[in-house]
């Protein structure tokens, strides 16, 4: 079983700023994490993905995230928020079994502010 | 481009009532996911199949029911609607869900009356 938690319902930034959105993960097994992110009246979109591999992954619109298996964690990063970066965000957590359904965090609301 | 298609962006309906709601997707993708979203909620999994007539349980499958008739076509059934089942309804499909994630589609915001 797998399970998310993103830390934080709501996060606000000034334009320029550093981003930071947590997500911690638990998984018996080795996960594949997700970060989607979705604009009022949207469905998800992928920004990122870590499957295997370089554990520092970069995503679309300057995000990245770091994927830290000794703190089961995967925060999304980006260096300046820009206006256009206000969304909702999830953090997903998938296994290689079952259809590789993912479980979803509760979402995390950037607030971007001028 | 992957392309998921729901067919309503917003639908109201009467308590009681029989709701299909349909997703396309044109990628000849085998896994294909229903979830409803919640604010606070995340996104909780009702459905998923992962091939022509077969479908699985998600963990909130009380009250819909699914079909998957076609490959490209997966449908969502709400055998009698309630108000709690108003909320905002996501489609995804995906050829490795694991490995690469999912596609979704823009939603279905259905509201029960």
């Known amino acids: 079983a797998q399970s998310v938690t993103q830390l934080g319902s709501h996060v606000s930034v000034s334009e320029g700023a550093l981003v930071l959105l947590r997500c911690n993960y638990s998984s018996s097994v080795p996960p594949y994490l997700f970060w989607y992110v979705q604009y009022p009246n949207q469905g998800l979109q992928l920004l990122l993905k870590y499957t295997t591999g370089a554990t520092l992954v970069k995503g679309i619109n300057g995000f990245e995230a770091e994927f830290k298996k000794s703190e089961t964690s995967f925060h999304l990063t980006k260096p300046s928020a820009h206006m256009s970066d206000a969304a909702e965000y999830f953090c997903?957590?998938?296994?290689?079994?079952?259809?590789?359904?993912?479980?979803f965090g509760d979402g995390t609301t950037l607030t971007v502010k001028p | 481009d992957v392309k998921v298609t729901q067919s309503s962006r917003y639908l109201v309906k009467r308590t009681g009532e029989k709701v299909f709601l349909e997703c396309v997707q044109d990628?000849?993708?085998?896994?294909m996911f229903w979830y409803r979203q919640d604010p606070g909620l995340g996104l909780r999994l009702i459905y998923f199949?992962?091939?022509?007539?077969?479908?699985e349980k998600g963990d909130i499958p009380e009250g819909y029911s699914v079909s998957r008739e076609k490959k490209e076509r997966f449908s969502l059934i709400l055998e009698s609607a309630s108000t709690n089942q108003t909320s905002m309804y996501l489609c995804?499909?995906?050829?490795?869900?694991?490995?690469?994630?999912?596609?979704f589609g823009s939603g279905t915001r259905l509201t029960v009356v």
């Open positions: 995804a499909s995906s050829l490795s869900p694991a490995v690469i994630g999912y596609t």
């Open positions: 199949s992962y091939d022509v007539k077969m479908k």
């Open positions: 997903a957590v998938s296994l290689n079994t079952n259809a590789g359904k993912s479980t």
């Open positions: 990628m000849d993708h085998e896994n």
